[in-house]
């Protein structure tokens, strides 16, 4: 089991749902964090609670909260400046809206890639260099069950979490042989503001302080790549991925056929 107490983490996306609980989670586990995300109030808010949460006093100095809007690359790098020394970077910034590509809205789709592809890899370009250069690092991509394989009413951001674990992938690759790891999470349904957005009943869906703990969980064994839950929709999901096309556009097509032309 890896400590997780005394580290330095730079948490994006901490101002609500998953991020947030998962913030609060590594400080009761004794962790510093620097916590980012466009909403500054709610960010403040953040900083009181996890002090109040704190279960082990961290060894590494004050939780801080740095504002930052991932969708532009001055706001990341005026951020980076301002971050110090991290032992390890967090991506759970999100956007979401579920959509068909027979009704597409291209400025939904714009911010989804900005803020999922784009904004990951404007942090990491800025955080691997340095964690190079300490030869030790954690990296922790949130991506999502939902990349495993194209599904309905994913558009878009599908796509996005498709191309994060497979990001998160490169990144193992190009880092074996330093003391820096690399972790892809894979939630299933957590009840966010984000899933709010379902018009469909979601199984298994978890609560985000639920989410947070298995992720903790998951970070404190970091040789292990990938960090997914809950087992059931896993394991689901991963049968669909390893389905021969044949069988699965069949599969999408009974289940089109049941639930509408809108599933
Ligand atoms: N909820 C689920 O069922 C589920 C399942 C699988 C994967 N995930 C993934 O888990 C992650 C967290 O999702 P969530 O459900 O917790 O969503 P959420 O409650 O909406 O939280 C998203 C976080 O991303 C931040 N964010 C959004 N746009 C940003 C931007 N331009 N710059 C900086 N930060 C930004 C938000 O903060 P501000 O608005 O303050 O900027 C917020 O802190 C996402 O990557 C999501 O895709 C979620």
Excluded at 35 to 61: D, F, I, K, T, Y
Aim: charged residues 20%; hydrophobic residues 45%.
């Amino acid at each position: 089991m890896s400590q997780l107490r005394g580290k330095r983490f730079w948490l994006i996306g901490a101002s609500a749902g998953i991020g947030r609980h998962l913030a609060l989670s590594l400080a009761e586990q004794g962790a510093t964090l620097v916590v980012s995300a466009r909403n500054e109030a709610a960010l403040a808010q953040l900083l009181v609670e996890m002090e109040n949460a704190r279960g082990v006093a961290p060894l590494s100095g004050d939780h801080e909260a740095i504002p930052l809007d991932v969708s532009t690359r001055a706001s990341v790098s005026e951020a980076f400046s301002r971050v110090g020394h991290i032992d390890g970077m967090i991506y759970c910034a999100g956007a979401y809206e579920p959509m068909s590509a027979r009704q597409p809205d291209l400025d939904s789709l714009e911010t989804i890639v900005e803020v999922n592809l784009i904004g990951v890899l404007r942090i990491l370009a800025h955080c691997v260099p340095t964690l190079c250069q300490q030869n030790a690092g954690h990296v922790v991509l949130v991506g999502s069950i939902s990349g495993y394989r194209g599904l309905p009413n994913a558009w878009g951001y599908g796509a996005t979490k498709a191309a994060m674990i497979h990001l998160a992938e490169n990144l193992r690759c190009d880092l074996l042989g330093t003391d820096i790891h690399v972790q892809v999470c894979n939630p299933g349904f957590v009840s966010t503001r984000l899933t709010e957005k379902n018009a469909f009943d979601m199984p298994f869906i978890m609560s985000p302080e639920a989410a947070a703990r298995r992720i903790v969980k998951g970070m404190k064994r970091k040789h292990k790549f990938e960090i997914a839950f809950p087992w059931a929709m896993v394991t689901l999901l991963k049968c669909l991925a390893i389905l021969p096309y044949f069988f699965f556009f069949r599969l999408m097509k009974l289940i089109r056929r049941k639930f509408g032309p809108s599933s």
